[in-house]
Nanobody, 119 residues
């Protein structure tokens, strides 16, 4: 069984920064793409961005220039550094990973961490 656990969320003022972490554990043979999603109240979940095993990153337009995704393959961990936060960045942030457990590739999600940005 594979688990993804996010941490680092919280309440911050606009303009400040937060760094989210997501650690994968369990029956892991290999991890391919890791990414972040978010869901604002009353809205659909949307992609923030994702990173390949080799470190190639793709960002949503709203994240470009403010957010940075990185990963530590030795720790099976993906990070989301968020700078210049805005109230519209408020929402639950989820990590996502494509994990091979030794028998098959499966998609896994974390439980989410709340990010709240005040004016």
């Amino acid at each position: 069984q594979v688990q993804l656990v996010e941490s680092g969320g919280g309440l911050v003022q606009a303009g400040r920064s937060l760094r989210l972490s997501c650690a994968a554990s369990g029956s892991i043979f290999s991890i391919a793409t890791m990414g972040w999603y978010r869901q604002a109240p009353g809205k659909q979940r949307e992609s923030v961005g994702y990173i390949s095993t080799r470190g190639s990153v793709n960002y949503a337009d709203f994240a470009k220039g403010r957010f940075t995704i990185s990963r530590d393959n030795a720790k099976n961990t993906v990070y989301l550094q968020m700078n210049s936060l805005k109230p519209e960045d408020t929402g639950v942030y989820y990590c996502n990973a494509q994990v091979h457990s030794g028998s098959a590739w499966n998609e896994h999600w974390g439980q989410g961490t709340q990010v709240s940005v005040s004016t």
